[in-house]
């Protein structure tokens, strides 16, 4: 053992003799602590349902048969093998009767229709409607004439609505094809 493996917990010194078992030489540090986690995670999950089981059974202490059934269930659930190679082949050549979409030429990348890709717009431009803005002009009153001008000021149903707004959309223009 080198000299950095003293201070190593037990723990740590068996995830370091397990890598250099199967042949692993090279590593970062860091990978014995990620094992360790994954090691403590690991029983700390078959145990909690080796409890549960326990209390099921009306145990009052967690037994080697509990144990066992925790793992196994584990292993159930966590591993799964692949299907039968016909069920593959079957499903193979049923998606293999669909044929694939007719791919647009030219140079570069073959690309599907149109309408099969994502390259159309999708989206619009809000334009506000410009408003005319009439200015008020301020009429100049006479030194001499005490008469007030009457109002400027437009009715109600001449005042235009300031918050329209109108949506334009527009397709992109689409390239020639260079050949």
Known sequence: MSEGDEELPRDAKIVKTLLKSMGVE???PRVIHQFLELWYRYVVDVL???QVYSEHAGKAAIDCDD???AIQSKVNFS???PPPREVLLELARNRNKIPLPRSIGGPGIALPPDQDTLL???YQLAIPKKQ??????ETEEDEGD?????????SSSEVPQQHASQRVSFPLA???KIT
Do not use: G
């Open 26 to 28: 090279d590593y970062e």
């Open 174 to 176: 689409k390239r020639s």
């Open 67 to 69: 144990v066992k059934l």
């Open 79 to 81: 591993f799964s093998q």
């Open 132 to 137: 005319a803005v009439e200015t008020m002009e």
């Open 120 to 122: 159309s717009p999708n």
């Open 146 to 154: 005490d008469t007030v001008a009457p109002s400027q000021e437009p």
């Open 48 to 50: 909690t349902d080796a």
